[in-house]
């Protein structure tokens, strides 16, 4: 295994999964020297994904991961007691797909380090120095300016600066069955919810998401029982078939709604599932790891290049992690909320009061709030910039359609007629004649109600 030191290393990123090899391709495109520790995901497992992630993917330059994403395959869900076949979803072999993304990252100029992180010591000075344990060899210690914790949920917690929701636990077991067609799907039950998934080489994956919080688990020595007894309960999801025979033990995992209180310090950041992880039912656990890593590396480069700049850039990354985990939980709230038929159930009641009362979504018609100066990704850096602030969008918009938008919402009369004189030439001006660069400015503006 390769040494690193401060005198060739100034970032290590901890967490080979797609949200650390995203930044540590993105800190490698602004000419840093970055070390990534990982370590192979112990079992066997897959995950869906949408359209949307893959382009996640695509923009944060991991595209020998992009390529071991299947064809999307149906997605059925049996929810309220009522079935629905009209979505898909890409089926992702986890342990394929992330060597693929540590690939991407070696690539880019990554110096791979297989091992663990254990201990992180700041008392050394300018730099921090890190404890790594390597598969089946003498801890190493590894020096450097900034690290990336991207482990996960097996990065250790915050205690009470956390945001957590109800306590869930997801069990997970692979499976072998007959050779079929792909597909998933997703289906309540009365102590939670199940999603499964069939690969057209017979495996099958089963995920059962329960309460943690009333002991209603039996021992390690009855869950795989237990387990059958409640995968003999679900209603049967046609054309998916299930559940074959178990390949391995029943696997627990924590997977309890969690807002992570210290994201980003002067010589540290969190990212991904070690920043905020949301619920599984969303199924955006990937994209939403990406949202905070492509984030990450101008965050990063504006804490060690621009000092002046630096409470900005963390309270940046602070409330973009904060806004995002709360989106999801809403939206999460939301679904478990279309569940009617158990209503006394601890699992459900809990589930459909969490994280508030504030909707997921804005107002049918959302409005401009006004032009304000808020913290915006500019190039290599976080800075602060005029933005339009709407009523869904309360972190600001810079750019719409590649245009800036402050610029054309300043000092608009009052009077409808001469707001749109004036609105018409400041587009013309924007836009130079590109006539799809303006169709989408003025759909934004006519969103807005501003034209």
């Not at 192979?40 to 330059?61: F, M, V, Y």
């Not at 997801?170 to 199940?194: H, K, N, Y």
């Not at 999801?237 to 997977?255: D, K, T």
């Not at 808020?374 to 309360?394: E, N, Y």
């Amino acid at each position: 295994m390769t040494t690193k030191s401060a005198s060739s290393t100034d970032i290590i990123v901890a967490g080979g999964g797609p949200a650390g090899c995203t930044v540590a391709i993105g800190l490698r495109k602004l000419g840093y020297r970055v070390a990534l520790v990982h370590a192979p995901r112990p079992w066997q497992t897959c995950e869906g994904i949408s359209a949307r992630t893959c382009e996640g993917l695509r923009n944060a330059g991991l595209l020998r991961a992009l390529a071991v994403v299947p064809a999307a395959s149906p997605r059925r869900a049996h929810w309220n007691g009522e079935s629905n076949t009209a979505n898909t979803e890409h089926l992702v072999p986890r342990q394929a797909f992330d060597a693929a993304a540590l690939a991407d990252a070696a690539a880019a100029g990554v110096e791979l380090l297989p091992g663990r992180l254990r201990q992180v010591d700041d008392s050394t000075g300018a730099d921090l120095c890190l404890h790594i344990e390597p598969p089946g060899g003498t801890a190493t210690t590894l020096r450097c300016r900034f690290l990336v914790d991207a482990r996960g949920r097996a990065s250790a917690g915050t205690g009470d600066q956390q945001l957590r929701g109800p306590e869930t636990v997801s069990l997970l077991q692979l499976r072998r069955g007959s050779p079929g067609a792909t597909g998933s799907g997703v289906t309540s039950f009365a102590d939670g919810w199940a999603w499964l998934a069939a690969t057209a080489d017979g495996l099958r994956f089963i995920q059962l998401t329960v309460t943690a919080a009333d002991n209603r688990l039996p021992k390690r020595g009855e869950l795989n029982r237990w387990f059958d007894h409640s995968l003999a309960q679900l209603p049967p999801l046609p054309g998916l078939e299930l559940p074959g025979e178990p390949l391995g033990n029943v696997i627990a995992r924590g997977s309890t709604s969690i807002l992570q209180g210290e994201l980003v310090t002067s010589h540290t950041l969190r990212t991904g599932d070690a920043a905020m992880a949301v619920d599984p039912l969303s199924g955006n656990g990937i994209f939403q790891s990406l949202s905070s890593a492509l984030i990450a590396p101008a965050v990063i480069n504006t804490l060690l290049q621009y000092p002046q700049e630096r409470a900005l850039a963390a309270q940046f990354y602070r409330d973009r992690v904060r806004h995002t985990f709360l989106r999801f939980a809403r939206m999460g709230r939301d679904f478990y909320r279309m569940e009617t038929r158990w209503p006394a159930a601890q699992f459900w009641l809990q589930r459909q009061a969490w994280p508030d009362q504030e909707p997921s979504h804005a107002d049918t018609a959302p409005t401009l709030l006004g032009v304000e100066s808020r913290p915006v990704v500019a190039g290599d850096r976080i800075c602060a910039r005029d933005v339009a602030v709407t009523s869904d969008q309360p972190l600001g918009v810079w750019h719409a359609g590649g245009v800036e938008l402050a610029p054309l919402l300043r000092d608009l009369p009052d009077i409808p007629e001469q707001r749109r004189r004036l609105l018409a030439s400041r587009l013309a001006a924007a836009c130079g004649g590109d006539l799809t660069k303006q169709a989408t400015l003025e759909a934004w503006l006519r969103r807005y109600r501003v034209l």
